[in-house]
Nanobody
Framework: VQLQASGGGLVQAGGSLRLSCAAS????????VGWFRQAPGKEREFVAH????????DYGDSVKGRFTISRDNAKNTVYLQLNSLKPEDTAVYYC???????????????WGQGTLVTVSS
């Protein structure tokens, strides 16, 4: 099973986007889902993750207060609302699934191809 990220695009600084992470299969609600991002020449960075039920969330320090993660298990989809975007948020955003509420990308699998977010100044 792979997760499919979508919703990226070009936006001006201060703008907003909503990313979606869709999965196939009936076991989607059994997994923690995380968003990560990777800018050119940089390592994959933790952005946010959400528990199986959606009750627990956590964020990377650089996005706290600006990004919000949520999930709709009936639709097999996790969302990432990006507000107050900055040029340094420019990256390819990926979603993956894990067994625990971990922040390490190596603990996640089922990565899709990602979606590009470009923030202009």
């Amino acid at each position: 099973v792979q997760l499919q990220a979508s919703g990226g695009g070009l936006v001006q600084a201060g703008g907003s986007l909503r990313l979606s992470c869709a999965a196939s299969g009936r076991t989607f609600s059994n997994y923690v889902v995380g968003w990560f991002r990777q800018a050119p020449g940089k390592e994959r960075e933790f952005v946010a993750h959400i528990s199986r039920s959606g009750s627990f969330t956590d964020y990377g320090d650089s996005v706290k207060g600006r990004f919000t993660i949520s999930r709709d298990n009936a639709k097999n989809t996790v969302y990432l609302q990006l507000n107050s975007l900055k040029p340094e948020d420019t990256a390819v955003y990926y979603c993956g699934r894990a067994i625990t509420m971990t922040k390490f990308p190596t603990d996640f699998n089922s990565w899709g191809q990602g979606t590009l977010v470009t923030v202009s100044s």
